[in-house]
């Protein structure tokens, strides 16, 4: 029988944990260190090799991509929640609901990266040249490169890159709108209709995940993929999909577990609970090493020209220290870890596996993004310019995180009409 003096007890007026704000201040100080050294090491950066602002925009990129992910990769796995059901959703639902409307921010983030990087040629070499057969003649770009610019131009090109993207962010400030609107009005309907507010999530998300999964595709195409027009490859969205999803995951349990000190996550979040969503993680970095790894070797085991120098500008010159280790904190730490039952029954254990999954996410990018320029392509060397992978990221981060912990406050952390509410309360569960 559920607990019904707890459900009555529920909070029933937006707000989270007064810790919560102490969260959000350290992130914004974070954020403000973060930005005063980001401009420190570019203009150490730009009198030691002239590349220093270069490398900010690309540290932008990649903290741009990560905030992307968590942003709309937590639409995702919302929407991915509604169709399959069960018990976890509702635990996870208010955090992922959250980190959903963070999305204006992170259209801004994206804005620079259109500005500078597509309309003046800061990161993609195909904006850069309007006529590829003069920069070919100057060793600007290499004939396979002059060669890939022409035939993809009806597709990289700025107004493409400009309208590709305008209509993405308009259809996912669409389905934001839509599932964060529904949940609110399902909480405040008087009686609710069950079966009526299921077909309805389940009818916005059936669609809206094949979708996502198709347009995550062109962007990831468009932002990262064409930063080196020669290369392509077939499962390069779903590695973004699914890494996106194994960040999402990491830093709701976070959440939880820190929110899990005060009511009513103290009350909700239990040991089963948090096993599941342990095995869930489980379960994404397995899949994120299938994806990467069968990746690698059909290219590798085919030899194709067109891909395998893609690998080679990552694994050549020193790079194979950083493809080592993104193996080793991207798969290897977490996989090892998280075999252990009794780890992901301990909450301190397994936020610190957590841990470790979003710093993952923050190398796996620097080791994506970095070596697709031609003076890092098998040549990693140490330059102040290098750190501004640390500084610009962790500043855009720390800054969305900011927005992440307000819109946390913003409303009630369990969904009070929630059909699986008086499951996870009753009293035998609670000890199972």
């Known amino acids: 029988m559920a607990n019904e003096s707890f459900s009555k007890g529920l909070p029933s007026t937006p707000g989270a944990p007064a810790f919560v704000d102490v969260w959000r201040r350290r992130a914004l100080r974070a ?65 992922l609901e959250a980190m959903t409307r963070t999305w204006p921010l992170v259209v801004l983030m994206w804005m ?40 993809k131009q009806p597709m990289l090109n700025v107004t493409s890159f400009y309208v ?20 609110v009005k399902r909480d405040a309907d008087p009686e609710p209709n069950v079966a009526y507010w299921r077909v309805k999530f389940e009818n916005l998300s059936g669609f809206g995940v094949v979708l996502y999964a198709v347009l995550l595709f062109v962007l990831a195409i468009y932002w990262v993929m064409s930063l080196d027009p020669t290369w392509y490859s077939t499962v390069y969205g779903f590695q973004y999909l699914v890494g996106q999803a194994y960040g999402v995951l990491a830093l709701s349990i976070l959440t939880l577990i820190a929110l899990s000190k005060a009511e009513p996550i103290k009350s909700t979040f239990r040991l089963v609970e948090q096993h599941d969503l342990g095995k869930l993680c489980f379960a994404f970095v397995m899949l994120n090493i299938y994806l990467a790894f069968a990746s690698f070797l059909i290219i590798w085991s085919g030899n194709s020209p067109e891909e395998i120098p893609w690998y080679l500008d990552r694994i050549r010159g020193h790079w194979g220290v950083i493809a080592t280790l993104d193996v080793i904190f991207h798969w290897l730490i977490p996989f090892s870890l998280l075999l252990s039952r009794d780890l992901k029954r301990i909450q301190s254990r397994l936020a610190t596996v957590c841990c470790i999954m979003i710093f993952a996410r923050f190398w796996d990018q620097f080791w994506l993004i970095e070596p697709n320029f031609r003076d890092a392509a098998r040549n990693l060397h140490f330059s102040w310019g290098i750190l501004e992978y640390i500084a610009v990221p962790g500043a855009l981060f720390s800054f969305w995180l900011v927005y992440y912990f307000s819109e946390l406050k913003r409303r009630p952390l369990i969904a009070t009409n929630d059909p699986h509410l008086a499951e996870i309360l009753e009293h035998d569960y609670a000890h199972a």
């Open 112 to 151: 620079p990266v259109a500005i500078l990087g597509a309309s003046f040629g800061k990161l993609y070499i195909w904006a850069r040249y309007d006529n590829w057969a003069p920069a070919l003649k100057q060793g600007l770009i290499t004939i396979d490169q002059a060669h890939a610019i022409h035939w």
């Open 31 to 95: 954020g403000l260190v973060f930005s005063i050294l980001a401009v420190i090491l570019a203009l150490l950066g730009q009198r030691q090799d002239q590349l220093g602002w270069d490398h900010v925009m690309r540290g932008w990129l990649e903290g741009f991509m990560l905030c992307f992910g968590f942003c709309f990769g937590g639409m995702n796995l919302l929407m991915v929640q509604y169709l399959t059901g069960g018990k976890w959703g509702l635990i996870i639902r208010r955090p």
């Open 164 to 183: 590709v993207s305008l209509v993405c962010f308009a259809i996912f400030a669409l389905y934001i709108t839509l599932l964060n609107r529904w949940s």
